[in-house]
């Protein structure tokens, strides 16, 4: 049986260190918090930046909870130019619940973020009148 080193490790260079992204990574959370009641519930179906993700980091996950049901709602985690980057749709959380979305194979292999990005939840319709969300994404840097 052959060992397979995968990206992280060498074959050629036994000692070489794995990247701060793969092994012993710090960690970087983000948490935003949101108020239907005064940052865009009702009648209108608005975007929620969740982070702005600095260079040299690679995104590890996401939560999304609420106080109120949002099941009814399907949602995507991306950017404005790929709202489906990282997520597709999943559905939202019940009342006082959380839903942790799976992030897609190739983000979870990816290279660093060569620059600062911002990151959004799309909601598929409107979200409640009343109520709190609260998205954490976490990231790994060198």
């Not at 992204?21 to 959370?29: K, L, P």
């Not at 260079?55 to 609420?66: D, L």
């Not at 939202?92 to 990151?119: F, S, W």
Request: charged share 15%; glycine share 10%; proline share 7%.
């Amino acid at each position: 049986m052959a060992i397979v080193y995968g990206a992280a490790f060498s074959s050629t260079d036994l000692t070489a260190k794995a990247p701060g992204t793969s092994h012993d990574a710090g960690e970087r959370s983000f948490r935003n918090v949101f108020d239907f009641a005064t940052n865009g519930g009702g009648g209108t179906v608005n975007t929620p930046k969740i982070a702005i993700v600095r260079e040299g980091s690679c995104i590890k996950g996401f939560r999304v909870s609420s106080d109120v049901n949002c099941s009814g709602i399907n949602f995507t985690i991306g950017t404005i130019a790929d709202p489906v980057k990282y997520c597709a749709a999943f559905a939202g959380p019940a009342a006082n619940a959380q839903v942790i979305p799976t992030v897609k194979i190739p983000m979870q292999a990816m290279d660093p973020l060569a620059r600062p990005e911002e990151i959004y939840l799309f909601p598929s319709g409107n979200m409640p009148a009343a109520g709190t969300l609260v998205a954490f994404t976490s990231a790994t840097h060198r």
